[in-house]
């Protein structure tokens, strides 16, 4: 295997290991409430900065103004993704709002292919409608079912939110390291949440216990190790690719929620972690190529 295979190999692993980590994220979520999800937004940032910002000053790079920028926008569009995924929950279902949210690689490919100039394989597209369809299966195995509308709406945009921001920080990756790529996006997403929380007029204090341990979980578990291994990944594979590999977040949360809470994996949702599986193994083989 060459260098640049080698790098491709470790850019998956990287990604890969991201996305189960989020696996965590919709259990941490539902344990963080009352806190209304701009706070939750909030401190899911403030306490992954630190650490981050330290990381991304000692890995800084002078020049690339135009990657901060990219990075930047990446960090508007996880705002906006965040904001819109934490609210759908109080309007729909977590397996609605998490089938939609996993819209997104299908936005990434159409963005790619139609202004980025990207070709995709067609092992890659078949990779990509199997995953798509194991999401769908395992949405529904969880119960997933059309409510009001509002919910799904939400999570529906939140879905094309992720998207922009997968390709916007694949982008910033290109002349950035990791951490400070990772830092420009945190505080972008802290000062928009903050900013939001404070003009509705949102309490970001009295919060138990329980509530503070799941902010640290999300800042420090989400937000510093799978987005620190998923922004690296991102610098070796492309976007495309990317995106289709964080499908095995809703794989990692069943076999979690097996592993962790007792839950039997039934039938419908064996067959959705196959798909995609199946999904993710075609795309890693038909990778598309770089626009």
């Known amino acids: 295997m060459d260098e640049a295979g080698r790098h491709r190999t470790a850019g998956l692993a990287a990604v890969f290991t991201g996305a189960f980590l989020l696996g965590f994220a919709a259990m941490l979520v539902r344990w963080a409430e009352p806190a209304a999800p701009l706070v939750i937004g909030f401190y899911r940032m403030a306490f992954a900065l630190p650490l981050v910002a330290w990381l991304g000053w000692r890995s800084h790079r002078p020049g690339a103004g135009t990657a901060r920028a990219w990075a930047l926008l990446a960090g508007l569009c996880f705002t906006a993704d965040l904001w819109m995924w934490h609210t759908s929950l109080l309007y729909t279902s977590a397996a609605n709002s998490t089938l939609l949210v996993g819209l997104a690689p299908l936005w990434v490919a159409l963005i790619s292919v139609t202004w980025l100039g990207a070709r995709l394989r067609k092992g890659f597209l078949a990779g990509l409608v199997f995953a798509l369809a194991g999401g769908l299966v395992l949405g529904f195995a969880k119960g997933a079912r059309w409510g009001t509308g509002s919910g799904e709406l939400l999570a529906s ?135």
């Open 157 to 291: 945009l939140a879905s094309v939110a992720y998207a922009c921001f997968t390709l916007a920080l694949g982008r910033a990756r290109r002349d950035l390291a990791a951490p400070e790529a990772l830092a420009w996006v945190i505080l972008c997403c802290m000062a928009g949440f903050g900013l939001l929380g404070m003009l509705k007029g949102l309490p970001f204090h009295g919060f138990p216990v329980r509530v503070w341990l799941s902010l640290a979980a999300l800042g420090i578990g989400m937000q510093v190790a799978a987005w620190g291994c998923i922004a690296w990944g991102l610098g070796h594979v492309p976007a495309n690719l990317g995106a289709i590999v964080l499908m095995m977040q809703p794989v990692a949360t069943v076999g979690l929620a097996w592993l962790l809470l007792g839950e039997a994996v039934r039938p419908l949702q064996g067959g959705g972690i196959l798909l995609v599986l199946a999904g993710i193994t075609l795309s890693v083989l038909n990778p598309p190529v770089r626009a």
